[in-house]
Structure formats: C-alpha cells, structure tokens
C-alpha cells in the first residue's frame, strides 16, 4: 500500500506505536456496537426457526394422567340397579405420532427458514459493513479535527506574533491606533476560530465513543487503501453485484418468498401418520375396575373444503414471490447508484487536490512576500492580516480535501461490500451461511 504520508504531505501529526490503529478501531466497533450486536441476536433467533420446522420430521410423544371423581348415570348402571355411580376416577395416556407424509409442508418450511436464516447472516455482513464505515468516518474525523486544531493553534501564534509588532511599534511611537485595533480584532478572531474548532474536536471524539465504543486515545494515520480500489468505476459496479450482502439478503429473500409458496400447497394433500397408543384408567364411566386399550393405526386425513382458504393463500404468496423480487431489483439499482455515488465523490476530491495544493503554495509565498513588504513599508496591515487568514483558509480547505478523499475511497469499499475484507477485520460468527438440505 501506499503510504498515507504521501497522500497527505502536509502538516500531519505523528501516531506512536501505542496508538489506535483504524483496523483496531473497526475490529472494536463490529465486535460491540448494538446495531451489529441486535443483527447478530435476530440471526441466532431466526436459525432456532430452523430447527422448529425440522421437528416435523421427528415423532411426537404425549403423556397424560389425571385423577378426580365422576358421576355416572347411564343405561348401564341404572340397567344394573346402581342408579347413579360416584367413583373415583383415574386416567393414564401415552401417545406417538410420526409423520409419513404432509404434502412437504415440513420439508418447504425447513427450506424457508434456512433462507430467512441465509438472509438474516447477510443483514449481519450488512450491518457490520455499515457500522464499520460509520466508525471510518468517526475515525478520520477525530484525526481530522486534530488537524484542524493544530491548524488553528498556528494561525492563532502568527496573529499573535503580528500583534506583538504592531503593539511594538504603538510603543515605539510610529504605530497607529487604527492599526493596533485591526490587530485585535483579528487575534480575537483568531481565538475563536481555535475555540470553533477545540469544540468541533470534542464533537467528534463523542461520535466516535458513540460509534467505536471507547475513547479515541492516540490515533494513529492509516495507510490508503488505494490499492484496493479498482481500476474503473465498472469494474467496481462488477464486484459490489457479486459480492454486496444487502443484495444477497435479498435473494435469499426471494428464496424464502419461494419456499413459503411451496408450503402453501401443502393442504391440497393428505396427511399421512403413524400413530401408537395405550391407555390405562380405573373406574371409568361408571365401571369399577381397570380399563386397559393399546392400538397401532395409520391415520390419513384430507380436507376436502374450507372455503377457499388454501386456494387464497397460495394466491397470496404468489405475490409475496414477486414482490421480493421487486425488492432484490431495486437493491440492485440501490447498490449501483451507491457505488456510482462514491466513485463520483472520489473523482471529484482527486481532481480539487492539485488545486488545494497550490491554493496553500501560492497564499504562503504572498504571505511570506507581504510579511517582507510590510516591514518596509510596501504593504499595510490588512493586506498582512488577510494573507495570514488566506493561508489559514487553503491549509484548512487541503486537510478537508485529503480527508475527505480517504473516507471517499473507504466509502467505495463499502459500496462493494469489502471494507471489512480491506481492513482485515473479521465478520461476525453469525454471518455465517447455513448449507441447505438439498
């Protein structure tokens, strides 16, 4: 990679080796924000859907027992001369049920699942690439304040400098009133400028504890990730279509969607079971004594009429169906237009650079120029004092345009769905994909 001094020539402030790297920073972010974290629980939720819909496959086993009194008066025991009979009842029931056959109701389900489970493990990628670049950003930007304090400690000294002249000068007898007054008012001007900024810094250190999850301590510069970028914006386009996991979420949507409508064919088949029982009551119906039964059946059931109820909801997961692949469509013009975006935004800081950089060249060698005529008397005051703010004002405009070109090519990454991948920081466990059955 290149070095990011290269990028960035002028007036950078040096990390130690103590310092925060921005892959330290990210790795911190994907690991404890609550947006990935609340992603990560949705997707562990969804994949015990899974294993729900896979217990159809597997029997079921109910037992019951109940203990209580009775009342009987039937033809048996008025037959019998008893009349009404009072027992005390008691009842005992084990069943098991297999499933043969639901018209891959389970099977369609169990598909569906593993998609919305696929889907779910995307929308972690997403979230963590999403997170990650917020804490990109939150990143350069407290290095970037930095800067611009720094910047503004130094336009602060040279107005300070400049007032210590003029205020010579007024002691000296050949200084005016006017000028003493001009000088102030631009060192005040000055003061304010480095307070705007010292509170634009703090700003910028709470979003980064917001979004990172922990103090920026000592920051350190990172590299440029120039070379990951691709030689053409097509090329870029290319890859965030294979590879950016808000669009694979939504395939597997479409897949979901898909499997729904395949479960919803399943009424239009009998079920079929295996079902096994005993029973073991005392003094039932009126009957004292032990009641006994065991029985082995294959049980099919089929609806044969409900009103038109199936029939709609298969009607209705049809446009499920197409209204997921409407979805998957639209992200796929979402995800070109965020790479078109971050390729344009990068295109545009790389073209201003040449000029921010001669804007500093040319203000500090006015000011240097005029520094000299005003100590002969060539220029006034103001002139000085506005080629000091010029050059306060290129200086602070280049470190916006170099930062602004990082965070652009950190954006691109993220518009194809590799800046983790580009820092070396690992996905989540939960962004794992689950293998189908089939």
Known sequence: MRPLALVF?????????????????????????????????????????????????????????????????NPSTRGSGKGEVHLNRDEARLDARQMLFDGMETKNEVERQEARTNSRAFSVFSSAENTGLDAVEAYLNVLRRQHLVELAQTNLE??????????????????????????????ALAEANLM??????RDAETSYIRVVGMEPDTLSQPDSPISLIPQTRDE?????????????????????????????????????????????????????????DLYAMLRLRYNLANGGRDTARREETAFLINQAAEIRNNT?????????????????????????????????KSRDAYQQQFSLGQRTLLDLLDSENEVFSARTALVNTQYDEMFAMYRILNSMGMLLQGL???LPEAATTIASNE
């Open 236 to 292: 870029a386009i290319a890859t965030a279509v294979d590879n950016h996991p808000t669009l694979r979420l939504a395939a597997f949507d479409v897949e979901s969607a898909q499997a729904q409508h395949a479960t919803a064919k399943a009424p239009f088949y009998p079920d079929l079971h295996l079902e096994l029982g005993t029973r073991a009551d005392h003094d039932i119906d009126g009957q004292e004594g032990k009641d006994k």
């Open 332 to 364: 796929h013009r979402q995800v070109e237009e965020s790479v078109r975006l971050s390729w344009n935004a990068w295109e545009t800081v790389k073209r201003q650079m040449s000029f921010r950089r001669q804007h500093v060249e040319s203000s500090e």
């Open 196 to 201: 705007s900024e010292q509170s634009n810094l």
């Open 424 to 426: 070396n920081v690992e």
């Open 9 to 73: 020539p002028l007036y950078l402030m040096v990390g130690t080796s103590s310092a925060a790297t921005l892959q330290e920073a990210v790795d911190a972010t994907v690991k404890t924000n609550p947006d990935v974290l609340a992603a990560v629980h949705e997707r562990q939720a969804v994949s015990k859907e899974v294993d729900q819909a896979k217990a159809g496959y597997y029997p079921t086993l109910d037992l019951q027992v109940g203990t209580g009194w009775e009342m009987t008066d």
């Open 158 to 187: 040279a107005h300070q400098r400049t007032h210590d002249q003029i205020m010579l000068r007024s002691e000296r007898g050949v200084g005016r009133k006017a000028d003493m007054d001009q000088s102030l008012g631009r060192l």
